[in-house]
């Protein structure tokens, strides 16, 4: 069974510096991975995905992450955060089979002040 | 149309009453999901909709029945719920296999319910 590990639940870091949220997955097939941003009292919205090729992958509002099939990690970066990546972010992991049945990391609230 | 819309946002209900909570996608996905969120939690799965048909039941309790009419349409069905089935109930859809790169799921914005 696939498991992901977030190992930070909180995060804070000033304005404009650089963040990263780490994620860690474990299993013994092929795995998708996501990350996703829960804004207060709101549904999950998708950062972005891996899925195979290039082990860097883009998403929105400046974020990126590095799939490291080796260290099984799949960290989240962003090179300058806003006052408004103040969320809470989660890592996922799906079999890659089959439609989406997501398994997610226990979460990071990343805490931006001023 | 990337919106998965969920009805109504709020509701709190009696132990002793039958409710039902609403999702909406029009973006053609073939498979819809129910997640439950409790505070501080991550979602957990709870049902699986493909073309229509039941999927994937995580042992669910059965005061929770879920239907697909259509599918656009996923309904949640409560009966007598606890006090600890309070939660955030996400919907969501996907258009197909993750091995398609369109299998991502696009999440609504949630019900939370209070069951008192």
């Known amino acids: 069974a696939q498991s992901v590990t977030q190992l930070d639940s909180q995060v804070p870091v000033f304005e404009e510096a650089p963040v990263e949220l780490r994620c860690n997955y474990s299993s013994s097939v092929s795995v998708y991975l996501f990350w996703y941003v829960q804004y207060p009292n709101q549904g999950l919205q998708l950062l972005l995905k891996y899925l195979s090729g290039s082990t860097l992958v883009k998403g929105i509002n400046g974020f990126e992450a590095e799939f490291n099939k080796s260290q099984t990690s799949f960290h989240l970066r962003k090179p300058s955060v806003h006052i408004s990546d103040t969320a809470e972010y989660f890592c996922?992991?799906?079999?890659?089979?089959?439609?989406?049945?997501?398994?997610f990391g226990t979460g990071t609230r990343l805490l931006v002040s001023p | 149309d990337t919106e998965v819309t969920q009805t109504p946002k709020h509701l709190v209900m009696g132990m002793t009453n039958k409710k039902s909570l609403k999702c909406e996608q029009h973006?053609?996905?073939?498979?819809m999901y129910w997640y439950k969120q409790k505070a501080k939690k991550p979602p957990e799965l709870m049902f699986v909709y493909s073309y229509e048909k039941l999927s994937i039941n995580e042992s669910v309790p059965s005061r929770f029945s879920p239907e697909c009419p259509n599918s656009s349409l996923l309904n949640l069905h409560l009966h007598a719920l606890q006090p600890e089935d309070s939660a955030l109930y996400l919907c969501a859809s996907s258009q197909g296999l993750a091995t398609s790169g369109q299998g991502e799921a696009f999440f609504g914005q949630g019900t939370r319910l209070t069951v008192v």
């Open positions: 973006m053609g996905h073939r498979a």
């Open positions: 996922a992991v799906s079999k890659g089979t089959g439609f989406q049945k997501l398994v």
